[in-house]
C-alpha cells in the first residue's frame, strides 16, 4: 500500500538523517517510529483500564476510603 503523508520541516529533518541513525531507509525509520507509537498508546489504554478498576475498588470499598481519609488527615 502506498500513501502520501505531509511532514513538518522538523519531521522531514529527522527523516532526512535515517542514515545517521543507522536505518535502511525512510521506511525503516518511519516503520520503528510507528511500532514505538504502538507501544505507547497500548501503555496508555492498559494504565487507563487499571486505573479504572482501582476506581472501581475504591467507590465499594467503605473501609479503602475510610483508610485514605485518615492518611490525608494525618498528612495534612
Known amino acids: 500500500m502506498n500513501s502520501t503523508i ?3 520541516n522538523e ?3 529527522i527523516l532526512s538523517k535515517y542514515n545517521e541513525l543507522r536505518f535502511e531507509n525512510e521506511n525503516a525509520l518511519l516503520n520503528y517510529a510507528i ?3 504502538q507501544k505507547e498508546i497500548q501503555k496508555h489504554f ?3 483500564h487499571s486505573a ?3 476506581k472501581e475498588l475504591y ?3 467503605y473501609d479503602l476510603q475510610d483508610l485514605t481519609q485518615s492518611a490525608l488527615n494525618d498528612f495534612v
Do not use: C, P
Open 59 to 61: 467507590n465499594t470499598d
Open 52 to 54: 479504572d478498576l482501582y
Open 46 to 48: 492498559e494504565l487507563k
Open 6 to 8: 505531509t511532514l513538518t
Open 35 to 37: 511500532k514505538l507509537v
Open 11 to 13: 519531521q522531514f529533518q
